[in-house]
């Protein structure tokens, strides 16, 4: 019996989606435009891979960054049109763990 293949577009969006963090900084972002440094404050994550998951983000055109020219420069960090189209997606996912995930301090 032949195994049913998975869509190519499904198993990279899962692959991107999955990655460790990066729900998460696109979770936080659905509240508007951030600095790194209030991203960072907001998921406890480290710098480096904050960085990395942003930059990931960018490529594929999830999360746009502004260079606003002020002193200091200030850059911030939002969601484009196709990253504010994976919030129903991860609401979803909030509801259901809402409904079925235990959380550490209830064990």
């Known amino acids: ?3 049913p293949t998975i869509c190519p577009k499904f198993e990279k969006a899962i ?3 999955s990655q460790r963090w990066t729900a998460l900084v696109i979770y936080q972002l659905l509240s ?6 209030e991203i960072q404050s907001a998921i406890g994550i480290s710098g ?3 960085s990395e998951r942003l930059k990931e ?3 594929q055109e999830v999360v746009k960054r ?4 002020e002193t200091p420069v200030v850059i911030e960090y939002s969601l484009t049109e196709k990253g504010h189209s994976i919030e129903p997606i991860l609401r979803t996912i909030e509801n259901w763990s809402q409904q079925w995930v ?3 301090s209830k064990q």
């Open 102 to 104: 235990v959380s550490e």
């Open 57 to 59: 983000l960018e490529q």
């Open 1 to 3: 019996m032949k195994q």
């Open 32 to 37: 508007g435009s951030q600095r790194f440094s």
């Open 66 to 69: 502004e260079v606003i020219p």
């Open 48 to 50: 480096k891979v904050l």
């Open 15 to 17: 692959s991107l989606i």
